[in-house]
């Protein structure tokens, strides 16, 4: 089976504006994600997730390397035939309804369905769209905005999904719902590459992550190789006194880092002075090996 993304020794550099300067922001990225596999992108800001996006997408031209979907290589429009992308900062003509956004992105893609309204409509209602479905995109939020892209990548039934952080510029409930929305097509078989700040998301959703910073990827893991056998966890409860060093965080309240081997003894004290349990939660998380990654890798020269 042919992988969903291939790349090989893929770079970019651009120019500064005014003295014309090359600057790297990927440099010799190596990659290959399954079909069905989701695949987080994470590194903090400038460390190139867009960029690679974009060449993945065909809306920059890599300096150097190469890269295919599904085995057609980027410079080839096919390649781009049933994916779905959602860039950042989504630009979509704010003279169309998102129903017209979804129609077209049908007939770009080439999707027939037997009923097309009925189709685009139910992606429209998936993603909370209904009641705005023939509004102008000048007249809805950020958010709405943000929903429409979604919405019109899913509605080609997309074998892929190139998506730059997903999730920014969503209340809660939005994050919710497509936090949701990304796990069925997961579960479906879809294939998923996106970009993420929220952690969690990423932890959530991904197969495998790679942790990218000034343009080189550092490490590639998955959720799984973070469990460790003797992983700490932090405890957090409403009670009368400390436990296991724990430190007062508002009044009553306490939180507590515990060895993996000694969790069960702290809950046994939690319920013995007649405490309230509020979270048992690993301390190891994507946050902290992303956070410790970061800080590690060494100043990257331009
Ligand atoms: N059009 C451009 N011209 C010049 N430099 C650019 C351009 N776009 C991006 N860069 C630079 O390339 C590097 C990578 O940027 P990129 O947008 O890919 O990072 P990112 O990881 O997506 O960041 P963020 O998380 O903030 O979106 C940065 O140093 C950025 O300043």
Redesign the pocket.
């Known amino acids: 089976m042919k992988a969903a993304i291939h790349i090989e020794s893929l770079s970019k550099s651009?120019?500064?504006p005014w003295r014309r300067q090359l600057?790297a922001?990927?440099r010799e990225l190596n990659l290959t994600v399954a079909q069905g596999e989701a695949f987080g992108f994470v590194?903090?800001?400038?460390?190139?997730?867009?960029?690679?996006i974009r060449m993945l997408t065909g809306v920059l031209l890599p300096t150097q390397g190469s890269a295919s979907l599904f085995g057609v290589g980027i410079a080839d429009p096919q390649s781009r035939r049933g994916i779905g992308y959602v860039p950042?900062n989504p630009y979509l003509n704010d003279c169309l309804t998102p129903l017209e956004v979804l129609q077209m992105s049908m007939r770009l893609h080439g999707v027939k369905v037997v009923n097309e309204y009925a189709h685009c409509m139910y992606w429209l209602e998936r993603l909370d769209l209904a009641a705005a479905s023939k509004k102008y995109l000048r007249s809805l939020s950020k958010g709405m905005v943000q929903r429409v892209a979604l919405a019109q990548a899913m509605c080609i039934q997309p074998r892929m999904l190139i998506l730059d952080?997903p999730l920014s510029g969503l209340d809660p409930l939005g994050r919710r719902d497509v936090v949701n929305l990304l796990a069925e097509y997961k579960r479906e078989g879809g294939t998923l590459f996106f970009?993420s700040?929220v952690l969690h998301d990423v932890e959530r959703l991904a197969d495998r992550f790679g942790l990218?910073k000034g343009?080189q990827l550092l490490t590639i893991s998955s959720p799984a190789g973070l469990a460790i056998d003797e992983q700490p966890f932090t405890v957090r409860y409403v009670g009368s006194a400390s436990i296991n060093g724990a430190h007062l965080e508002a009044e009553g309240r306490w939180c507590a880092e515990v060895s993996g081997k000694s969790v069960w003894a702290v809950l046994e004290q939690v319920r013995e002075q007649g405490g309230k349990l509020l979270e048992v939660k690993p301390a190891l998380n994507l946050e902290k090996v992303f956070l410790s990654f970061i800080d590690e890798a060494a100043p990257v020269v331009p």
């Open positions: 651009y120019r500064t600057v922001a990927v590194g903090p800001n400038g460390a190139g997730k867009s960029t690679t950042e952080e970009t700040h990218i343009g």
